[in-house]
């Protein structure tokens, strides 16, 4: 009898299960299609809002002298005179919403890997005129800071854009304004920000840093002509632990580091101030395409003794306030119908420009004689570029660096050699 029931029920089980689907449409082989396309679809449409891009700079290069100091890649080791190096190995991925979003840039290299950019940025829907990106990004100071790496003519920055702006990005937020392109307003950019001061390092003290830029940059109509100008403003401070401040002064009729006696309590804060303006020009002609371009910057910079370059870290020793001026030129001429380019840079920095040459390094018994820190440097670069496929570029750069020269300075009373020869290869995809 159990046997009888089970198999009813089964055969009720059966019987209901069929009716259902019976009550369900039948998708045909088309229909079936048709879901499973628009699935990939919305897959491919997501997929499309990720983008991966990267580029390598394998170089070699060679310099005058064993151990030479350098600002194009960094000092050589005391027992060479030439290297191989990766000097940059970066990959980029990048999230795009509708009005939102993510970049994260990575470095990876002998030294090791490392995070440059991790950022995002969010526009209004509105006038889609206002931009705040917040994170690690590019200062927006003055325009050879936020040019591409990849576009880049020479192998390094100039010697002022490294001192003043070590690993070229910051901590922070900022808002840009920018018109859309069908506006008569386009042509002008605001950027104005708050950033730690730091580079990418923590913040370490209480106060912000503010960075500003206004620039316009727009083709001439009726020529073959494009230009752009900008203004950019750096007010910042930094944080000051011992109570030895030096500044420039008269003593014993020279011009010396005399210490401050006022207002140099441990805590203090000291002025980092830049003022930078910057152009550029592009003209296309018969003989090709010309572009010049150029940045100057001026102010006072807080360092040590022994160096200019903007601390990263709380000062922990004696601080120095020196004015300075820094400048990039650049003269670059492409062939027409070319994948040839030439090149020709000067870059100077004049990092205390209450002194120059035999007046430097004069001591004296009642103030802290200067030094080799507070000469100025000129460099002339000559190069080409040839861009062998829209991927990979060739490009070979001479560095022809002149120091500032004192009697009364040891290993300075001539110029140092220090020139350097570079063969880079560039890959990007």
């Not at 441990?266 to 020009?281: E, I, V, W």
Request: include cysteine.
């Amino acid at each position: 009898m159990n046997y009888i029931k089970n198999k009813l029920l089964v055969l009720s089980f059966m019987f209901s299960f069929v009716g259902l689907m019976a009550q369900q449409p039948v998708l045909s082989r088309d229909d079936s299609v048709t879901l499973a396309v628009a699935k990939l679809t919305k897959s491919v449409k997501a997929l499309e809002r990720i983008k991966i891009t990267g580029f390598i700079h394998a170089q070699y290069q060679k310099a005058d002298t064993l151990g030479a100091k350098s600002f194009n890649g960094g000092d050589f080791s005391a027992l060479s005179s030439q290297r191989f190096m990766v000097r940059r190995g970066y990959i980029k991925a990048e999230y795009s919403g509708n009005f939102a979003s993510y970049s994260v840039l990575l470095n990876a290299n002998e030294k090791g890997v490392s995070i440059l950019d991790a950022y995002f940025s969010i526009k209004e829907p509105w006038l889609k005129a206002f931009n705040l990106k917040g994170g690690i990004f590019y200062r927006p100071f003055g325009y050879e800071l936020g040019y591409s790496r990849v576009l880049r003519e020479s192998p390094e920055l100039g010697r002022v854009s490294q001192l003043l702006f070590p690993g070229e990005r910051d901590l922070g937020a900022s808002i840009t304004f920018q018109m859309p392109e069908s506006s008569a307003l386009h042509p002008l950019k605001i950027d104005a920000g708050l950033f730690t001061g730091n580079g990418i390092n923590p913040e370490t003290d209480n106060k912000l840093d503010f960075i500003g830029r206004i620039g316009i940059a727009d083709a001439l109509k009726k020529t073959k002509m494009d230009y752009g100008v900008g203004i950019s403003y750096y007010y910042g401070s930094v944080y000051h632990a011992k109570k030895e401040v030096f500044q420039m002064a008269d003593v014993e009729g020279i011009r010396a580091f005399r210490q401050l006696i006022a207002d140099t309590i441990p805590g203090n804060y000291y002025k980092r101030k830049y003022l930078g303006f910057d152009g550029q020009f592009n003209v296309q002609s018969l003989l090709g395409k010309t572009t010049l371009r150029g940045e100057y910057i001026t102010g006072q910079q807080p360092g040590s003794d022994n160096t200019t370059i903007s601390p990263t870290i709380p000062i922990a020793y004696n601080l120095y306030l020196r004015k300075f001026q820094g400048a990039t030129f650049f003269l670059i001429h492409t062939l027409p119908e070319s994948m040839f380019s030439i090149v020709i840079k000067y870059d100077f920095y004049d990092p205390n420009t209450e002194l120059k040459g035999d007046e430097i390094g004069i001591k004296t018994t009642s103030a802290k004689a200067t030094n080799g820190t507070d000469l100025s440097y000129n460099t002339w670069g000559f190069g080409s570029i040839t861009d062998i496929n829209q991927n990979l570029r060739l490009v070979l750069y001479y560095d022809l660096v002149k120091n500032e020269c004192s009697k009364n300075l040891a290993g300075f009373k001539s110029d140092q050699k220090d020139n350097v020869f570079t063969v880079r290869i560039q890959y990007k995809f």
